[in-house]
T-cell receptor, first 111, second 116 residues
Framework: GNSVTQMEGPVTLSEEAFLTINCTYT??????LFWYVQYPGEGLQLLLK?????DKGSNKGFEATYRKETTSFHLEKGSVQVSDSAVYFC??????????FGTGTRLTVIP | DAGVTQSPTHLIKTRGQQVTLRCSPK?????VSWYQQALGQGPQFIFQ???????QRGNFPDRFSGHQFPNYSSELNVNALLLGDSALYLC???????????????FGEGSRLTVL
């Protein structure tokens, strides 16, 4: 079956620290991988995606590389800001018009 | 350009009652998906509507049903409510024609249901 496992949170970092949120997956077929973000008081929104092995998705300074050999899609950012405080969800689809989400990781960045 | 809107934002019901949640998709989108997000968990897929029909369904009982209207808006109905149905219910819209699904869903802020 399809599933996504994320590192448990919450994660608290100081501003300008390096961020890694781990995500591994199990999927039938060849999934596309996503990171969604939920800012306080807002709906979930797509942060970045990668559709095949070795692709790197990037947006707003965040990056994640699709690693087929380790079935991973870890989210990274070199220098976090207070405005990055949110809940981050790793997700996958195998093209069946729906997404499988991880449990989410809450990030708090303190000044 | 309005995004995805959901109503109501909060509601409280008692066990055994029925509830209807509503969703208007982002302008130009023809597909609506519903997700259940329990506290501390990620969203779980309930079902998807396209061309006014249920196209795909997740692992949810028949107590969960839905409808899509000609204007693409949608309703989620839950009958015989259980305590375990307490959750945030998310509506997401997208383009749903053949080959159009890119994985990018546009979500509303959700309807928080509490069952007492």
């Amino acid at each position: 079956g399809n599933s996504v496992t994320q590192m448990e949170g919450p994660v608290t970092l100081s501003e300008e620290a390096f961020l890694t949120i781990n995500c591994t997956y199990t999927a039938t077929g060849y999934p596309s991988l996503f990171w969604y973000v939920q800012y306080p008081g807002e709906g979930l929104q797509l942060l970045l995606k990668a559709t095949k092995a070795d692709d790197k998705g990037s947006n707003k300074g965040f990056e994640a590389t699709y690693r087929k050999e380790t079935t991973s899609f870890h989210l990274e950012k070199g220098s976090v800001q207070v405005s990055d405080s949110a809940v981050y969800f790793c997700a996958l689809t195998t093209g069946a018009n729906n997404l499988f989400f991880g449990t989410g990781t809450r990030l708090t960045v303190i000044p | 350009d309005a995004g995805v809107t959901q109503s109501p934002t909060h509601l409280i019901k008692t066990r055994g009652q029925q509830v209807t949640l509503r969703c208007s998709p982002k302008s130009g989108h023809d597909t609506v998906s519903w997700y259940q997000q329990a506290l501390g968990q990620g969203p779980q897929f309930i079902f998807q509507y396209y061309e006014e029909e249920e196209r795909q369904r997740g692992n949810f009982p028949d107590r969960f049903s839905g409808h899509q209207f000609p204007n693409y808006s949608s309703e989620l109905n839950v009958n015989a409510l259980l305590l375990g149905d307490s959750a945030l219910y998310l509506c997401a819209s997208s383009l749903g024609g053949p080959g159009e699904f890119t994985g990018e869903l546009f979500f509303g802020e959700g309807s928080r249901l509490t069952v007492l």
